[in-house]
């Protein structure tokens, strides 16, 4: 049962034009989402992160969306750059209960000149 | 080292073969994770250490995958009589925060173990 999804798996943007990643979750309990950005052949690196408590969280071109009612969430890149093509995962974490972070499947953002 | 590193980066191993994968977290990050991920897939949690603790071994999916922290630093991930489904990329992760506070949860990635079982 997957627990947080990303149901697109690649999405093409156009440099300077906004990129829309997208993230659903069903389990209730999850308080805090993350984003990371995997480049091949490296790690996965932390970008932007939001609690539950708030409903958006910007970092410079990076902002989160968090829709607590619809278990729902959306990375925006303002502008969008050549070096953000990457694949982008979601992941969730419950505090107090699991130590695991919980990650979707990934999109894979291509930004095109 | 500045991040995570893990050795080795790749590996080869035969059906029925024991590996053992390397990590070495960021120096005075308490937390530790192990996380494995199949081609295509997200990251899946395997296991945790707090310190030289494990407080968390759910996600480990056999009793052939077995992980150590002795020394509460380096971590080793071993894996006996490997089996093909076992291939995948094995990441490990730091943190310096401890459960249930927000620098638990941001996590610093090494750049993975890839295993090949052939």
């Known amino acids: 049962d997957q627990q947080v999804k990303q149901n697109s798996p690649s999405l093409s943007v156009q440099e300077g034009r906004i990129s829309i990643l997208n993230c659903d979750y069903t389990n209730s309990m999850f308080d805090y989402f993350l984003w990371y950005k995997k480049y091949p052949a490296e790690g996965p690196t932390f970008l932007i992160s939001?609690?539950?408590?708030?409903d958006k969280n910007e970092d410079g071109r990076f902002t989160v969306f968090l829709n607590k009612s619809a278990k729902h969430l959306s990375l925006h890149i303002v502008p969008s750059q050549p070096g953000d093509s990457a694949v982008y995962f979601c992941a969730a974490s419950a505090t107090g209960t699991a130590s695991k972070l919980t990650f979707g499947t990934g999109t894979r953002l291509q930004v095109t000149l | 080292g500045a991040g995570v590193s893990q050795s080795p980066r790749y590996k080869v191993a035969k059906r029925g073969q024991d590996v053992a994968l390397r990590c070495d977290p960021i120096?005075?990050?308490?937390?530790l994770f192990w996380y494995q991920q199949a081609l295509g897939q997200g990251p899946e949690f395997l296991t945790y250490?707090?310190?030289?603790?494990?407080?968390?071994k759910s996600g480990l999916p056999s009793d052939r995958f077995f992980a150590e922290r002795p020394e509460g630093s380096v971590s080793t991930l071993k894996i006996q009589r490997t089996q093909q489904e076992d291939s995948a990329v094995y990441l490990c992760?730091?943190?310096?925060?401890?459960?249930?506070?927000?620098?638990?949860?941001?996590?610093?990635f090494g750049p993975g173990t890839r295993l090949t079982v052939l």
């Open positions: 250490f707090q310190n030289e603790a494990q407080l968390d």
């Open positions: 939001i609690s539950s408590i708030k």
């Open positions: 120096s005075g990050h308490v937390s």
């Open positions: 992760a730091s943190s310096r925060g401890l459960a249930g506070s927000r620098e638990y949860n941001e996590q610093f």
